[in-house]
């Protein structure tokens, strides 16, 4: 199994401009969770889906943040317009289902650099 | 406001010595936890899991869970330099499928 993939590893840009990060879970996984990491804050949860269908989306930040998942194979995080702060590794995970003993299995993350 | 705690460290033991990890939780209807190693630059890969209260043994590994105290262990027996890394401690409360995450405890194994 090829695990999560996540695209791109790294990115660079400048404030205001429009960022999109991709994921894909693993197959067979039905819940998908995206993550932003930073020295500061830790491991924080942006947002929660099920099923494609977004159940928990408290953590994320503000309007500039989205997520749509289209299909079970593919998830987006769009950060519109990003700014300085939004600098972290955004990572993705994946568990089988919908139970609380179920593993994530978390993806290489995306370093994000917002000048 | 569910909260789970670690002691960010650094914790340093020398290689083949006993290193332990704690974790607490202020939620008492979690059912689920875990520990997590990530290596610096890397993933948070799940090594341990435990869902009732006593001890876990894998390999070198020994999770222990204390449900009453709140709290939740992790042993590494016979530290290796490879097991320098950043430990996460992650819970679920009972029913919930989504983990809060401690801060993590860095461990530095020196030789």
């Known amino acids: 199994d090829a695990g999560v993939i996540q695209s791109p590893r790294h990115e660079v840009t400048e404030m205001g401009q429009e960022v999109t990060l991709r994921c894909k879970p693993i197959?067979?996984?039905?819940?998908l969770f995206w993550y932003r990491q930073t020295m500061m804050r830790g491991l924080e949860l942006l947002i929660y889906?099920?099923?494609?269908?977004?159940?928990?989306d408290s953590g994320m930040p503000e309007d500039r943040f989205s997520a749509k998942m289209p299909n079970a194979s593919f998830s987006t995080l769009k950060i519109q317009p990003s700014e300085p702060r939004d600098s972290a590794v955004y990572f993705c995970?994946?568990?089988?289902?919908?139970?609380?003993?179920?593993?994530?299995?978390f993806g290489p993350g995306t370093r994000l650099t917002v000048l | 406001q569910k909260e789970v705690e670690q002691n960010s460290g650094p914790l340093s033991v020398p290689e083949g010595a006993i290193a332990s990890l704690n974790c607490t939780y202020s939620?008492?209807?979690?059912?689920?936890f875990f520990w997590y190693r990530q290596y610096s630059g890397k993933s948070p890969e799940l090594i341990m899991s435990?869902?009732?209260?006593g001890d876990k043994e894998d390999g070198r590994f020994t999770a222990q869970l204390n449900k009453a105290s709140q709290y939740v262990s992790l042993l590494i027996r016979d530290s290796q330099p490879s097991d320098s890394a950043t430990y996460l401690c992650?819970?679920?409360?009972?029913?919930?499928?989504?983990?809060?995450f401690g801060r993590g405890t860095s461990l530095i194994v020196h030789p």
């Open positions: 992650a819970v679920n409360e009972g029913g919930s499928y989504i983990p809060t």
């Open positions: 889906f099920n099923n494609n269908v977004p159940i928990d």
């Open positions: 197959s067979g996984h039905n819940s």
């Open positions: 939620d008492r209807g979690s059912q689920s």
């Open positions: 435990i869902y009732s209260n």
């Open positions: 995970a994946s568990s089988l289902g919908d139970r609380s003993a179920d593993t994530q299995y």
